[in-house]
């Protein structure tokens, strides 16, 4: 059974650092497309950063560019999300999602495999 497993979030205040890193059991990493999704409280999930099969094609929400870097490797089946200079606005459960498509999508409906989520929370 291929599954994603997030892992790193947390509590930090506003303008700290996290790394979220989800990682593939069951599959392989070259053969998905990742994406990175958060859930806020009372809205809708939303597209946070994604990446190509190949690991290459990176795109991010507008929320998020120049603060998040996704990252992709396809040796270890893992993929990671660095955010830095968090707000609290990026306070949210955030998942990662896997694709069998070539190139990045920001719907979420586009994602087969989803991870269970991973809570952040950035205080004030």
């Known amino acids: 059974q291929v599954q994603l497993v997030e892992s790193g979030g947390g509590l930090v205040q506003a303008g700290g650092s996290l790394r979220l890193s989800c990682a593939l059991s069951?599959?392989?990493?070259?053969?998905?497309?990742m994406g990175w999704f958060r859930q806020r409280p009372g809205k809708e999930r939303e597209f946070v950063a994604g990446?190509?099969?190949?690991?290459?094609?990176?795109v991010y929400g507008d929320h998020v560019k120049g603060r998040f870097t996704i990252f992709k490797d396809n040796a270890k089946n893992t993929a990671s999300l660095e955010m830095n200079s968090l707000t609290p606005e990026d306070t949210g459960v955030y998942f990662c999602?896997?694709?069998?498509?070539?190139?990045?999508?920001?719907?979420?409906?586009?994602?087969?495999?989803w991870g269970q989520g991973t809570q952040v929370t950035v205080s004030s």
């Open positions: 999602a896997a694709s069998g498509s070539w190139g990045v999508s920001p719907g979420p409906d586009d994602y087969d495999l």
């Open positions: 990446l190509g099969r190949s690991g290459i094609g990176r």
């Open positions: 069951g599959g392989t990493f070259s053969s998905y497309s």
